[in-house]
């Protein structure tokens, strides 16, 4: 059964940093077309943070670029999502999609609150 699984959102003071997850399983890791960070603000559609490629390029919306980080881990079927100095307005649930042989499967997202 193809899932994946993120983790790593939580509460976290402006300026923090946070490092979140997505575990597959049950899909071809190393040989998806693209895996994914997006994130949906309340009251917001859901955007586009990064991707990431299986050769390691990654791909970066203008917002996200200088803050954020993706990498992926092929021996732990994993990718990852670095975020630094964390603003009120990066507040949202963040969901890792990975898209392979014409499918684009969804996580259950883990929410990140930016707060004082």
């Known amino acids: 059964q193809a899932q994946l699984v993120e983790s790593g959102g939580g509460l976290v003071q402006p300026g923090g940093s946070l490092r979140l997850s997505c575990a597959a399983s049950?899909?071809?890791?190393?040989?998806?077309?693209?895996m994914g960070w997006y994130r949906q603000a309340p009251g917001k559609d859901r955007e586009l943070v990064a991707l990431i490629f299986n050769n390691g390029d990654a791909k970066y919306v203008n917002s996200a670029k200088g803050r954020f980080s993706i990498s992926r881990d092929n021996a732990k079927n994993t990718i990852y999502l670095q975020i630094r100095s964390l603003q009120p307005e990066d507040a949202a649930i963040y969901s890792c999609?990975?898209?392979?042989?014409?499918?684009?499967?969804w996580g259950q997202g883990t929410r990140v609150t930016v707060s004082s």
């Open positions: 049950g899909i071809p890791f190393n040989s998806t077309t693209s």
């Open positions: 999609n990975a898209k392979f042989s014409g499918r684009s499967i």
